[in-house]
């Protein structure tokens, strides 16, 4: 570690800088980079989601937020300072050590513009990415097989969507559009690759002009026949290309989305005179709303989903002190039962007792706990399925819940409810919504410090925009075929944790005066909720009806699916409350 | 009206210009202008809150939004077209009229930056206010006396005040603020005047500077001896000396909120090389947050307030074939009862029958209708009192209300009390709590057109930000200490009406976990609601309750004050539901 550090110094040195930036994310900004970007992991063998270190001739550090504080001070050496970015910014520790108008190198395809904003009092400076020129080991850049999303469950031809964003593309005023998210050009072209874990994409670019003619930046040894053909008439480039054919934009309006691509890609257009028409990525709505064949497999995908999770659930009632690895191993074996399940499409998150209470938990050899009598247990999971992308959360109660257990499901239930009946006019964003799913913890004092919603791509990512359901503004208004998480939850640190997560589907319900539509949810994950939790003298009759009536469709969905043990099971899991 | 428009044209011609602007507002951005500023009523006889006039060579057109267009077609000569700026864009008449690259002048006194984003693809072209130069019998501008704001009702001095203010000055970085709005000018000094109807400013600017000193641009002659001494060392300047004086901060920092400052003032600081610091006024969000003094000066104005309306509604009760306008007259001869009364703090909404759907009605002697059994009246009114604003509304059955009537005056009901209710942690703003007030609403596939709550001052304006609850996000978290409206409503065109409106106060609930306080309202309206109008049945056992409580608190406050003819109608009127 000391010498990779004093590696670095010598390269901050030699480039003039007082300060380097690596941060955890890499530059396709990805949730789950590949082993080849794990430039901080690398470095410092921090190996959290999110951090940034900051290395300066004297000092190192590195900066994670409240999730990561404990797991950064046992991965790192006392090379570092280990801080936690609510309580220290990066710019104040980095004024405290250089004082005013000291340099700080960057590599600007690992920052939008956006993410530079706090920076700017600082004196910041583009480098070549240092670590990269200190990893000699380094694995190569996945480069996994790009093969097709079949028709029948993306349900749209790439012609006819790229039919659709050329529009978009001329509508915004320009000649192109540079899609710098994997996730738009997969969606675009219908194809996938295994290139990082839990998204089944392509690490790629492209561009696409206002006739719909695309440049697709990937290596060509990636492609078969077979995929080739799919393609058509896409061109493929080699992906060191691009900066070159970007330059040929020169005078030409290039859409570009500046949330997404990095200062690396805007700079190159400034200096090769190409105007930048700022807007968003034209896919990313588009991609969002999904037509009637995705929205049948994805329900499909629900479905045996369900049958895993119930098998699930069947299993760990029979059980005695099962650990959270064995159920993370047990639900994983159950989802590869179906034959359209790929993989997980996130880490599951397997919290018993107090590991409920971690947000974003996962269970290691080290923390491994056994599911205790009295506790809650936390489940977290979902699978990549080829006709869509499942989410789900279920706690369950380990033995007798306590009377507060059951009081904080309750609450966090009636939340869940009232946000899946709600019904909103066209135009309302998830913003708006997010109150209804609190206002029953609200009225306790306490609340939970997450979004209550997210949106979910169709055998894509298990989060995508651009709508949400949270407190923050901004997003895109619910529109009918999308679709999002209805998720909230409770957090007692130390001790338990309570989330109950469905996924929705956007539906038109009515019409009202003026012909103004009105929107609502239709829950597509199918699985029981633990009535043992329920306190239902909390309860209204409407939000009784709503789970007996949720708790039928899942018994008939599920039951054929079952063999006698789970139907038995079943039979009794969902009894009418 | 058309010797105005030629010599109007006359003007065009001399400026070089192909088109003027000429909007409703004013300088001030104020809602009610004063006679000299009502420049297109001058020119075409327009007398609405809202519109703009476009004259060119050949043509002229008034632009309103929908509640307009009836009045603006029969106050203007044939020589307008009127549009409905919803349908007809001003920019796309522009370019029909004229072609692209036109020049369009305009007063840059009237508009902000963000009021001039959309003529961007115009040629606009800074012009004297033409109307000005034509208006030979224009009125003066008001100079009615400047008197204090008693410290007995502002709860704080203008030293005080100007410290804070000073201090947020310093935080944003500059060396001084140029306030353009009177309200805060008028918070900031404690003073008010009687420049406007319903809103009790003083039409000036001020200067405040980093060290808490501050010019008071305004004619000395209105100042008499006791307000010069109530103002102190507060320097007092000839408003046309404020140009001659933002120069002299040449290099210097002025901060300037660009919602409100004028791109003249914008432009004067640039050519001046004033460093211009964009932020929110600084006075804007202290004068939201009352203080305790302001609090129950403010609960005192609505006790009597709801005296004044007791009477109305116990008078209303024992006449026939009452219209309108003696209901509006009647109104204000009751609020007129009480010593701190002023005058309305807005134009008295009175709309029987399908009138009640108009959510701006003012009933004129043309419109005037007598109220009928089996209609609803809507009446929207408030007071300005020394002690603080009042605005209220309360919707009426004249005879029996039919079915139709009673289901949505309860789902109005319903979600008014939703909001009085709410619980939410500090932080939260009123876009998060809004559809709480609307779901009921909602789950029939219908709502209302307004925004559910506004900010509102004390003994100063009765719209005012940061704050409000609706739809669109962006104004301030809602804090402890200010005042917000809660009025749902519901609106048939054609028919009828409903709206109920209570003012509230953000208050301090309780603290929950890790000292997250949690916050929620104060109801200070105090008058009652009627109960012939509620179907029972469509309310909860939480919100009948809360309705009984409501009317409990009203008759104990309300009871001592009124005669015992009243006292008896108020019994029965607010019996238990």
């Keep these: 570690m000391v010498n990779k550090l004093s590696k670095l110094r010598e390269l901050l040195d030699k480039n003039g800088i007082d300060a380097y930036l690596q941060p955890v994310h890499d530059e396709w900004m990805s949730e789950y980079p590949p082993a080849c970007n794990r430039r901080v992991e690398w470095l410092c063998g921090f190996s959290g989601s999110a951090g940034l270190v900051v290395v ?11 999730r990561y504080t404990l797991q950064a001070a046992k991965q790192v050496s006392a090379d570092y300072e280990v801080f936690n970015s609510a309580d ?10 250089l004082g005013a108008g000291a340099k700080i190198g960057y590599d600007p395809k690992l920052y939008t513009k956006a993410m530079l904003e706090k920076f700017k009092s600082q004196n910041l400076i583009h480098t070549a990415n240092l670590i990269d020129e200190l990893w000699e080991d380094r694995p190569p850049a996945p480069a996994t097989k790009i093969f097709a999303h079949d028709i029948k469950y993306s349900g749209e031809s790439s012609q006819s969507k790229r039919g659709r964003v050329a529009e978009a593309v001329k509508k915004a005023g320009a000649d192109a559009a540079f899609l710098s998210a994997p996730e738009s050009v997969c969606w675009l072209l219908n194809i996938r690759a295994r290139d990082t874990e839990n998204t089944p994409v392509c690490l790629a670019n492209a561009l696409i002009d206002a006739g719909g003619n695309v440049q697709l930046y990937v290596d060509n040894a990636r492609i078969d026949e077979e995929t080739r053909s799919h393609l058509g008439d896409i061109k493929i480039l080699p992906p060191d290309s691009l900066s070159g054919e970007i330059c040929t934009f020169s005078q030409k309006k290039l859409l570009l989305d500046l949330q997404t691509a990095s200062v690396f890609i805007g700079n190159l257009c400034e200096e090769a005179g190409v105007k930048i028409v700022q807007g968003q990525d034209p896919c990313v709505l588009f991609k969002a709303v999904k037509n009637p064949i995705e929205i049948a497999g994805i329900r499909n995908s629900h479905i045996v989903d369900g049958v895993a999770v119930v098998k699930l659930l069947c299993w760990l009632g029979g059980q005695e002190n099962i650990s959270e690895l064995e159920v993370v191993d047990k639900i ?15 880490d599951t998150i397997a919290g018993s007792g107090e590991h409920g209470a971690i947000v974003h938990y996962r269970a290691t050899q080290e923390s491994n706990r056994i599911l205790q009598q009295g506790e809650l247990f936390l489940l977290d999971s979902g699978g990549q399925y080829q006709s869509g992308t499942t989410d789900i959360t279920r706690t369950i109660a380990i033995g007798k819940p306590s009377a507060e257990h059951k009081k904080r499901f309750t609450q966090v239930l009636k ?19 997010d109150a209804l799913a609190r206002q029953y913890l609200w009225r306790d004092a306490v609340d939970y410090d997450h979004g209550t919603g997210h949106g979910v791509g169709c055998f894509l990512g298990v989060h995508e925009g651009p709508q949400s359901i ?5 997003g895109a208004a619910l529109a009918a075929g999308m679709v999002v998480s209805n998720e909230p939850g409770y957090y007692k640190a130390g001790e338990y944790g ?30 029981p909720i633990d009535v043992n939790l329920i306190d239902t003298s909390l309860l209204t009759e409407a939000e009784i009806n709503w789970l007996n009536n949720y708790h039928d469709w899942v018994k008939t969905e599920l039951t054929p699916l079952l063999d006698a043990q789970e139907r038995k099971w079943l039979e009794f899991y969902v009894r009418k409350i």
Aim: one cysteine or more.
């Design 415 to 433: 939340g869940h409810i009232a946000l899946a009946m709600a019904i909103f006019p066209e135009g309302t964003q998830g913003s708006q919504l």
């Design 470 to 474: 949270s407190k923050r503004a901004g």
């Design 56 to 66: 300066t001739a004297s000092k190192a550090a590195i900066f994670v937020d409240g």
């Design 498 to 527: 309570i989330r109950i997560e469905n996924l929705v589907t956007v539906v038109e319900k009515t019409t009202g005066e003026n012909s103004k539509k009105f929107l609502g949810f239709e829950t597509i994950t199918c699985a």
């Design 88 to 97: 220290t910014s990066v710019q104040d520790w980095l004024f405290q050590q």
């Design 332 to 346: 994983l074996e159950f989802r590869k039962r179906n034959d359209l399940f790929v993989e997980p499409s996130f």
